[in-house]
Protein backbone atom coordinates (compact mmCIF):
# COMPACT_ATOMS: atom_id res chain seq x y z
CA UNK A 1 0.00 0.00 0.00
CA UNK A 2 1.63 3.29 -0.94
CA UNK A 3 1.71 6.18 1.97
CA UNK A 4 2.82 9.75 1.16
CA UNK A 5 3.97 11.42 4.30
CA UNK A 6 4.43 15.71 4.45
CA UNK A 7 6.50 16.84 7.66
CA UNK A 8 8.03 20.44 8.20
CA UNK A 9 4.66 22.56 8.42
CA UNK A 10 4.51 24.81 11.38
CA UNK A 11 4.52 28.87 12.55
CA UNK A 12 6.69 31.17 10.77
CA UNK A 13 6.43 34.97 11.04
CA UNK A 14 5.86 36.80 7.71
CA UNK A 15 9.44 37.02 5.83
CA UNK A 16 10.41 33.68 7.58
CA UNK A 17 10.96 30.71 5.60
CA UNK A 18 9.82 26.89 6.10
CA UNK A 19 10.73 23.74 4.18
CA UNK A 20 8.43 20.93 3.57
CA UNK A 21 9.42 17.25 2.76
CA UNK A 22 7.32 14.01 1.36
CA UNK A 23 8.59 10.77 1.49
CA UNK A 24 6.62 7.83 -0.61
CA UNK A 25 6.54 4.29 0.50
CA UNK A 26 4.79 1.23 -0.60
CA UNK A 27 4.99 1.08 -3.86
CA UNK A 28 6.63 -0.77 -6.47
CA UNK A 29 6.17 0.87 -9.26
CA UNK A 30 8.37 4.11 -10.44
CA UNK A 31 6.49 7.22 -9.39
CA UNK A 32 5.36 10.16 -11.75
CA UNK A 33 4.56 13.62 -11.11
CA UNK A 34 4.80 15.07 -7.52
CA UNK A 35 3.51 18.16 -6.54
CA UNK A 36 2.53 19.93 -3.17
CA UNK A 37 -1.03 21.54 -3.08
CA UNK A 38 -2.51 23.47 -0.71
CA UNK A 39 -6.08 24.12 0.62
CA UNK A 40 -7.46 27.45 2.68
CA UNK A 41 -10.31 27.00 5.46
CA UNK A 42 -14.01 27.62 2.43
CA UNK A 43 -11.28 27.54 -0.62
CA UNK A 44 -10.53 24.69 -3.40
CA UNK A 45 -7.46 22.79 -3.22
CA UNK A 46 -4.75 24.34 -5.48
CA UNK A 47 -1.46 23.75 -7.21
CA UNK A 48 1.42 25.42 -5.79
CA UNK A 49 4.51 23.69 -7.32
CA UNK A 50 5.27 20.21 -9.28
CA UNK A 51 8.10 18.18 -10.76
CA UNK A 52 7.73 15.67 -13.61
CA UNK A 53 9.34 12.43 -13.25
CA UNK A 54 11.54 14.10 -16.13
CA UNK A 55 12.49 17.05 -13.78
CA UNK A 56 10.27 19.52 -15.42
CA UNK A 57 8.53 22.12 -12.98
CA UNK A 58 5.89 24.49 -13.01
CA UNK A 59 4.31 26.95 -10.32
CA UNK A 60 1.72 28.80 -9.03
CA UNK A 61 2.07 32.99 -9.70
CA UNK A 62 1.94 33.56 -6.67
CA UNK A 63 5.06 31.81 -5.25
CA UNK A 64 7.39 31.71 -8.02
CA UNK A 65 10.31 33.61 -7.02
CA UNK A 66 9.69 32.39 -3.66
CA UNK A 67 9.01 28.58 -3.43
CA UNK A 68 11.20 26.20 -4.91
CA UNK A 69 10.31 22.56 -5.61
CA UNK A 70 12.91 19.63 -5.66
CA UNK A 71 12.76 15.89 -6.00
CA UNK A 72 15.08 13.07 -4.56
CA UNK A 73 14.19 10.30 -7.09
CA UNK A 74 16.58 7.72 -5.26
CA UNK A 75 14.56 8.29 -1.63
CA UNK A 76 11.19 8.89 -3.24
CA UNK A 77 11.06 12.31 -1.69
CA UNK A 78 9.77 15.74 -2.61
CA UNK A 79 10.53 18.82 -1.26
CA UNK A 80 8.98 22.20 -0.67
CA UNK A 81 11.57 25.00 0.17
CA UNK A 82 9.15 28.11 1.18
CA UNK A 83 10.94 31.06 1.58
CA UNK A 84 9.94 34.98 1.82
CA UNK A 85 6.61 33.54 3.23
CA UNK A 86 3.68 35.77 3.40
CA UNK A 87 0.87 35.50 5.68
CA UNK A 88 -1.69 34.61 2.42
CA UNK A 89 0.42 31.04 2.40
CA UNK A 90 -1.37 30.16 5.20
CA UNK A 91 -3.23 26.56 4.43
CA UNK A 92 -2.70 22.79 4.71
CA UNK A 93 -0.19 21.88 2.30
CA UNK A 94 -0.48 18.68 0.98
CA UNK A 95 1.85 16.24 -1.21
CA UNK A 96 0.42 14.28 -4.19
CA UNK A 97 2.48 11.27 -6.02
CA UNK A 98 1.17 9.58 -9.41
CA UNK A 99 2.06 5.92 -8.80
CA UNK A 100 1.35 4.93 -12.80
CA UNK A 101 -2.23 5.30 -12.98
CA UNK A 102 -3.03 6.17 -9.00
CA UNK A 103 -3.10 9.51 -7.36
CA UNK A 104 -1.71 9.04 -3.93
CA UNK A 105 -2.34 12.04 -1.24
CA UNK A 106 -0.32 12.53 1.92
CA UNK A 107 -2.77 13.84 4.77
CA UNK A 108 -1.91 17.31 4.81
CA UNK A 109 0.56 19.81 6.88
CA UNK A 110 0.00 22.88 8.36
CA UNK A 111 1.63 26.04 7.20
CA UNK A 112 0.57 29.06 9.55
CA UNK A 113 2.60 32.66 8.41
CA UNK A 114 1.59 35.27 11.54
CA UNK A 115 2.27 39.25 10.40
Known amino acids: QVQVVESGGGLVQAGGSLRLSCVVSGSTFSINSMGWYRQAPGLQRESVAT???????NYADSVKGRFTISRDYGKNTVILQMNSLKPEDTSVYYCKAAVITTICWGQGTQVTVSS
Open 51 to 57: ISSGGIT
